[in-house]
T-cell receptor, first 116, second 112 residues
Framework: DAGVIQSPRHEVTEMGQEVTLRCKPI?????LFWYRQTMMRGLELLIY????????DSGMPEDRFSAKMPNASFSTLKIQPSEPRDSAVYFC??????????????FGSGTQLSVL | GDSVTQMEGPVTLSEEAFLTINCTYT??????LFWYVQYPGEGLQLLLK?????DKGSNKGFEATYRKETTSFHLEKGSVQVSDSAVYFC???????????FGTGTRLQVFP
């Protein structure tokens, strides 16, 4: 299996621009998670989906952030407009079953976002 | 709410030294506890886990014991290698939730 695939690996953009991060979960996994990693705040859960439905988006920082999962094999995290404080590594992860039920989380390699 | 506190790094050791990375947690009920490892340029990988009190998780020479009385889950390894250099994250998940909560991570640097 190819694992969780994220694109792009690196993104450099200017403040005010729209940024779209992409994720392909492991085939057959019902859960998909978006995390953000910064030096100051560590790893934060932004949002997660179960069977393409958003379950908890309480970690999404503000209305500039949005996430979608149009089908079981694709999800996007969009920032519009982007700001320098959004600079971070964004990870996508997936699991076969719920984590509370013993599911194992598999991470992608992340997208390094730099907003100038 | 639930939270995880880890010792700050970096932890710098010579090869074959003994490793301890402290982790304590705050949670209602009895969470499951995890250690994840992140190698440079990669995503996190599950290292070990324990799901109930007094359980010991182990993998690749690393161990951690779920201590309910001290709400701790310290990571240990008897003899570290240069290849163990990475960032280590303690994490928990509470009952009836799918939200994995991470500590801030501890960077380990092992020198030959």
């Amino acid at each position: 299996d190819a694992g969780v695939i994220q694109s792009p690996r690196h993104e450099v953009t200017e403040m005010g621009q729209e940024v779209t991060l992409r994720c392909k979960p492991i085939s057959g996994h019902d859960y998909l998670f978006w995390y953000r990693q910064t030096m100051m705040r560590g790893l934060e859960l932004l949002i997660y989906f179960n069977n393409n439905v958003p379950i908890d988006d309480s970690g999404m920082p503000e209305d500039r952030f949005s996430a979608k999962m149009p089908n079981a094999s694709f999800s996007t995290l969009k920032i519009q407009p982007s700001e320098p404080r959004d600079s971070a590594v964004y990870f996508c992860a997936s699991s076969l079953t719920g984590l509370g039920a013993g599911g194992k989380l598999f991470f992608g390699s992340g997208t390094q976002l730099s907003v100038l | 709410g639930d939270s995880v506190t880890q010792m700050e790094g970096p932890v710098t050791l010579s090869e074959e030294a003994f490793l301890t990375i402290n982790c304590t947690y705050t949670a209602t009920g009895y969470p499951s506890l995890f250690w994840y490892v992140q190698y440079p340029g990669e995503g996190l990988q599950l290292l070990l886990k324990a799901t109930k009190a007094d359980d010991k998780g182990s993998n690749k020479g690393f161990e951690a014991t779920y201590r309910k009385e001290t709400t701790s889950f310290h990571l240990e390894k008897g003899s570290v290698q240069v290849s163990d250099s990475a960032v280590y994250f303690c994490a928990l998940i509470g009952k009836n939730t799918d939200k994995l909560i991470f500590g801030t991570g501890t960077r380990l640097q092992v020198f030959p």
